[in-house]
């Protein structure tokens, strides 16, 4: 197989979808990898460790999109790289399509196999390769949050695990998935005032064991949304409803009755944000805007903020998806490994996602019956 890595585009993206190791393993198993030229130099990887490895050097994207049967990515193809795609290649990446219409049907008029890492999904309903991603979002989220809440960042000044005679910053986790749990390990961590609310009281009960009791919980439900809010040095939003668009969970009437210089990190951007005041994803040389006197955070890539260590967890979890699929070829791979099934969001100018057809009112197509499964 052809294997291409285009360099991010994404603003302040990091992170590059194939590390040196992760080269050197399918050059050994005869396939052939293009990288473009600096794809990883931000975050330590240099074309000399690639070419080491194995890899082909190329200088431009438009190269390795030329080349390449499958392209490995991080982000969701931008605007700018939609006339690169060739038709019925591969592309494994985040996708998000549920709030990508556009992208959506560029995937589907050029007969793209998109398979899509956050629905990649085992029979526990587990998600492993969306869950190092999470996993970090969740810990960036409270140092993202402390830092905002600094004077110069314009926030109140408030030190999350104060001092000695000065009460913490309350901290208010909107979600008890892996995000939210992450994010309560970090607060935790640092000395915070924590609660996480969820509708799931079974989460909640295995939050309350996790920590032993140092994390309060609730139910969430308008009410409790309310109540604590109001009280909340900073809130992150944590909710991620699989392969569909986030529901507005806090509304604005509720971040008006927020405090002066509080703020809010929204995870759930990626999937459109729980939150009503904000209207769209931010970029990270532009994370923040004030709205109602909070400082409202809203990027859709946080782990890019630390995207060696990034990089490197996303790799352990799509090399052995990478490999299926270019050691036993698609079709293959996919009947053999059904989270990989799962994972298909489009596939010869079909829509294979049923959420997403849904959110965008596009007709779904059966995976199975494309492919004679």
Request: hydrophobic letters at 40%; aromatic letters at 8%.
């Given at each position: 197989?052809?294997?291409?890595?285009?360099?991010?585009?994404?603003?302040?993206?990091?992170?590059?979808?194939?590390?040196?190791?992760?080269?050197?393993?399918?050059?050994?198993?005869?396939?052939?990898?293009?990288?473009?030229?600096?794809?990883?130099?931000?975050?330590?990887?240099?074309?000399?460790?690639?070419?080491?490895?194995?890899?082909?050097?190329?200088?431009?994207?438009?190269?390795?999109?030329?080349?390449?049967?499958?392209?490995?990515?991080?982000?969701?193809?931008?605007?700018?790289?939609?006339?690169?795609?060739?038709?019925?290649?591969?592309?494994l990446t985040f996708f998000h399509l549920a709030i990508e219409p556009e992208l959506t049907q560029v995937l589907l008029k050029k007969k793209i196999t998109a398979i899509a890492y956050e629905t990649i999904e085992k029979e526990d309903g587990t998600r492993p390769v969306l869950f190092p991603m999470s996993e970090i979002a969740g810990r960036m989220a409270v140092q993202v949050g402390s830092r905002y809440l600094e004077n110069p960042h314009g926030g109140i000044g408030k030190l999350i695990g104060g001092v000695p005679g000065v009460y913490p910053a309350r901290v208010l986790i909107i979600g008890a998935g892996v995000v939210g749990t992450n994010a309560a390990k970090i607060a935790i961590g640092m000395g915070a005032n924590v609660t996480v609310i969820d509708v799931n009281p079974e989460k909640l009960s295995w939050i309350d064991n996790k920590f032993n009791g140092k994390v309060s919980t609730a139910i969430s439900n308008e009410y409790n949304l309310e109540k604590f809010i109001k009280?909340?040095?900073?809130?992150?939003?944590?909710?991620?409803?699989?392969?569909?668009?986030?529901?507005?969970?806090?509304?604005?009437?509720?971040?008006?009755?927020?405090?002066?210089?509080?703020?809010?990190?929204?995870?759930?951007?990626d999937q459109g944000g729980i939150f009503e005041t904000i209207e769209k994803p931010r970029s990270l040389d532009d994370p923040?805007?004030?709205?109602?006197?909070?400082?409202?955070?809203?990027?859709?890539?946080?782990?890019?903020?630390?995207?060696?260590?990034?990089?490197?967890?996303?790799?352990?979890?799509?090399?052995?998806?990478?490999?299926?699929?270019?050691?036993?070829?698609?079709?293959?791979?996919?009947?053999?490994?059904?989270?990989?099934?799962?994972?298909?969001?489009?596939?010869?100018?079909?829509?294979?996602?049923?959420?997403?057809?849904?959110a965008l009112g596009i007709t779904y197509s059966e995976l199975s019956m494309l492919i004679g499964f």
């Open positions: 197989m052809i294997i291409g890595v285009p360099k991010e585009v994404k603003s302040c993206e990091s992170r590059v979808a194939l590390i040196p190791s992760s080269v050197k393993t399918l050059v050994n198993k005869d396939n052939i990898v293009y990288i473009q030229k600096d794809a990883g130099a931000a975050i330590g990887f240099s074309d000399d460790q690639y070419e080491s490895a194995g890899a082909k050097i190329i200088e431009t994207a438009k190269e390795v999109y030329d080349k390449a049967e499958i392209i490995v990515k991080v982000n969701e193809p931008q605007k700018e790289e939609y006339e690169l795609l060739k038709s019925n290649q591969t592309l009280r909340a040095d900073l809130v992150i939003g944590a909710v991620l409803i699989p392969s569909k668009k986030a529901p507005i969970i806090v509304k604005e009437y509720m971040v008006k009755e927020m405090k002066e210089g509080s703020v809010i990190v929204d995870v759930s951007i923040t805007f004030k709205k109602y006197g909070v400082v409202h955070y809203a990027v859709p890539n946080i782990p890019s903020c630390v995207g060696r260590t990034a990089t490197i967890s996303l790799n352990n979890y799509t090399m052995p998806y990478i490999e299926k699929l270019v050691s036993k070829g698609f079709i293959a791979a996919v009947k053999s490994t059904p989270e990989l099934y799962k994972g298909i969001n489009t596939y010869k100018g079909k829509l294979t996602n049923p959420y997403a057809a849904k």
